[in-house]
């Protein structure tokens, strides 16, 4: 597969709306860090060491077996755009570090989109696999068997006492993050989350905003991953993030539910005005169009809205972000030239949504 | 004073860097200090200098001044020095670990819920390796219990069992599986 194919592409497996609980969590994801023995860290090495780094990692993982040399495309940085690096770090294939890495960085791909396996990042392996809905356990063995084929063949950076030796102490022992991304628009608008943030750092778990830079999420949606790598086994670390993710999930179902039943009418009509908006609207900027999607997203699980599919929205939050518009516009836009088109695609989107929804069923 | 870095919030933080012998002063945010200078940071009123940041750090006033008089700490590897760690909040390579090793579980510590030996997964051999002393451990603590109540035909078994696993582990024998 060549890279084109990834990035033409505005969905990804983790977006289908898969998954348990996926009304509330839109996607999983593990990560493992890992180095080799013998060279330095990304920080220190030069690009000869990166450069055998990539060939060994590379051949490892495209030499094991047939299934996987036709599952993965190895992709270097330094072959695609600026805007090409752009898109998959806005489709979370590639973190915004190794998209500023052109020299060294590289990652192998594979055909769902479902792992990446990325080569000099901050550590010279990081093993991401990106499931739908809340399957942390599913995530993680995926995952591990890419790490064991590499460590069969792979001399790992390790350590008895600290354990797996990453560039960062924030990483060092399992190497592992977890985490899970939820929306969480109830527990927002009740304006629980705050307290929420606070007892969920105290129990060694990091709560973070994922689209935009500010302190408020953008679109509601949250990340909720692990703090501590050192100490816990990995399967304590998944359990106890399985049990947090779950807490949350009651608590956003109740919030939900006494929103419903407080003021039914004010939601319907919020909800609705949103959905308004993205259909009709001209310009539509990244913080409005989170907003709505968020909104249209809690009507549909709420069951409120009907006609529209889950997954098209997941969609929606991915191809608004700027590299993927431009992309799709095949040419570079100014802000405003951004906001108009945005407002474009998501109207045509959604009714296209419909459309195809509708299709074949019932008329109510 | 309002944060240097997000220039919204008010600095409480003063974080003194020293730069080829320069002092510099920076003012941050709690949030700020935290994300960008998560390993010196004390919140404190008074500005506090490098020296005694990385002495609260150690908690070892007089040591990091009698390295600076001798030779610094630095990692034969990758050769960076112990400062340079800490100021970036990285290792160079995976040979730091090694170099700088007894300083490392009290700064692992703060970052990781008081933990600073990992009990997790082990790639392969080694994970193999690392059973196989655990079970010495255990072994040998039966083999204590053994003696002190006096089963000395538990304790002798208890120690061949131990000797057999012990040259495994020297042999690196993969096949010979003792039970
Ligand atoms: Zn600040
Ligand atoms: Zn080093």
Known sequence: ?364 | MICENCKQRPAKVTVTQVHNGEHFERHYCEVCANSLHPFYVEYKQDPLSLHQLLSNWFNQADQIVQQKQQKTLECDECGWSIERFLEEGKFGCASCYESFRPHLPQALKRLHNGNTTHIGKAPGRLGEKIALKKRIEAIRAQMKQAVEQEQFEDAAKLRDEVKDLEKQLAGGGDDSHVD
């Open chain 1, 1 to 364: 597969m060549s890279i084109e194919n990834f990035l033409d592409n505005s969905r990804s497996s983790w977006m289908e709306g898969e998954g348990e609980h996926s009304d509330i969590v839109m996607s999983t994801r593990i990560r493992l860090a890992r180095n080799l023995n013998g060279f330095r860290f990304p920080l220190a090495f030069t690009e000869d060491e990166a450069h055998k780094i990539d060939q060994s990692v590379s051949s490892t993982l495209l030499d094991a077996d047939e299934e996987l040399q036709k599952n993965f495309t190895s992709v270097h940085i330094k072959d695609v755009s600026e805007l090409g690096r752009q898109v998959l770090v806005e489709k979370h294939l590639i973190s915004p570090k190794l998209a500023n890495s052109p020299n060294t960085g590289s990652v192998l791909l594979s055909e769902d989109e479902s792992v990446s396996v990325m080569v000099n990042e901050e550590d010279h392996i990081r093993i991401q696999c990106l499931f739908p809905g809340l399957q942390i356990q599913q995530a993680y063995e995926r995952a591990d068997t890419i790490d064991r084929l590499l460590e069969k063949e792979l001399p790992y950076a390790f350590d008895e006492q600290f354990g797996y030796l990453t560039s960062c102490p924030t990483n060092t022992g399992t190497g592992l993050r977890a985490s899970v991304m939820m929306h969480l628009p109830a527990l927002t608008k009740t304006k629980q989350m705050n307290r929420i943030v606070t007892i969920i750092s105290r129990l060694g778990m990091v709560v973070r905003g994922i689209y935009g830079e500010g302190s408020e999420a953008l679109g509601n949606v949250y990340q909720v991953s692990n703090q501590t790598t050192l100490g816990k086994t990995e399967e304590d670390i998944l359990a106890d993030l399985q049990s947090i993710a779950e807490q949350i999930i009651q608590k956003e179902r109740e919030a939900r539910d006494a929103l419903l039943q407080h003021s039914p009418n004010t939601l319907e009509d919020r909800l609705y005005r949103s959905l308004g908006t993205l259909s009709y609207a001209r310009l539509m900027t990244t913080e409005e169009a989170a907003r709505c999607l968020s909104d249209v997203r809690l009507g549909i699980d709420i069951g409120l809205i009907k006609d529209i599919d889950m997954s098209i929205l997941n969609e929606c939050m991915i191809f608004m972000q700027p590299g993927f518009l431009q992309k799709y516009a095949g040419t570079t836009l100014n802000a405003t030239e951004r906001d108009m088109f945005r407002a474009k695609l998501l109207r045509e989107r959604l009714q296209k949504g419909e459309k195809d929804n509708t299709k074949g069923e019932e008329p109510a």
